[in-house]
């Protein structure tokens, strides 16, 4: 499911040329690159929070462009997912593998408030 999603994704950074130069070249932006644009996104989460939105409101520019912290959740998830299409990390299955091993976490493991 996220795999396929991740594949749709990537299919569409790469037509908009994401991952050419404009003479056509492949270019890649490198992993800690890309974690540093991920960790962005929540950023911009953060300040549509401070600038007083609700984490559900969705609202538009005048150009017609979403905006609000779904939207930035958004951002980050499809930043992921191109990564992981990029990366051919199968997602799928690694959600899978971690989702298994919660469900054997004791209740609030190591103690931690959050």
Same mark, same amino acid.
């Given at each position: 499911? $996220?795999?396929?999603?991740?594949?749709?994704?990537?299919?569409?950074?790469v037509?908009?040329?994401?991952?050419?130069t404009?003479?056509?070249?492949?270019?890649s932006?490198?992993?800690?690159?890309?974690?540093?644009?991920?960790?962005?996104?929540?950023?911009?989460? $953060?300040?549509?929070?401070?600038?007083?939105?609700?984490?559900?409101?969705?609202y538009?520019?005048?150009?017609?462009?979403?905006?609000?912290?779904?939207?930035?959740?958004?951002?980050?998830?499809?930043?992921?997912?191109?990564?992981?299409?990029?990366?051919?990390?199968?997602?799928?299955?690694?959600?899978?593998?971690?989702?298994?091993?919660?469900?054997?976490?004791?209740?609030?493991?190591?103690?931690?408030?959050?």
């Amino acid at each position: 499911m $996220l795999n396929a999603l991740a594949k749709e994704v990537h299919d569409l950074a790469v037509e908009k040329g994401w991952y050419h130069t404009d003479a056509g070249d492949r270019i890649s932006r490198g992993l800690p690159e890309v974690i540093c644009l991920m960790h962005s996104e929540l950023s911009e989460a $953060l300040e549509e929070f401070r600038n007083r939105h609700a984490a559900t409101e969705v609202y538009f520019r005048e150009d017609g462009k979403p905006e609000g912290i779904p939207i930035e959740f958004a951002d980050l998830i499809i930043r992921v997912l191109d990564t992981c299409a990029e990366e051919n990390i199968d997602i799928d299955e690694a959600v899978r593998i971690k989702h298994e091993f919660n469900k054997t976490r004791s209740r609030r493991h190591g103690g931690k408030r959050a």
